[in-house]
């Protein structure tokens, strides 16, 4: 599975952004989808999951409220609506594809990912 993440951007505080990530194969429902986020120097951290069938989603705490994860299954795409952008959102997000059947918030239970795309909030 190839992962392909897009959409970040240099945006003022308060703005949003939309960003994506497309994968490869036929079997893109089967997978829980991940985004999770890296500042240099940090251990990369979980942002949101979401189902095979988009029925269930978690976040963590700090962007409840302000982000949405979903996706478009037809498509093979993830998406993470973030709103409300705060400069401690600035951040490499990377997108991640798991097999498990369980969503999941670390990351070494993700079986593949994306290259990452940069998020940078001004204030």
């Known amino acids: 599975v190839q992962l392909q993440a897009s959409g970040g951007g240099l945006v003022q505080a308060g703005n949003s952004l939309k960003l994506s990530c497309t994968t490869s194969?036929?079997?893109?429902?089967?997978?829980?989808m991940g985004w999770f986020r890296q500042v240099l120097g940090k251990e990369r951290g979980f942002v949101a999951a979401i189902s095979g069938s988009g029925g269930s989603t978690y976040y963590t705490d700090s962007v409840k409220g302000r982000f949405t994860i979903s996706r478009a299954n037809a498509k093979n795409t993830v998406y993470l609506q973030t709103n409300s952008l705060k400069p401690e959102d600035t951040a490499v997000y990377y997108c991640a594809a798991r097999s498990g059947p369980f969503l999941a918030t670390n990351a070494p239970a993700y079986d593949y990912w994306g290259q990452g795309t940069q998020v940078t909030v001004s204030s």
């Open positions: 194969g036929r079997t893109f429902s089967r997978y829980i």
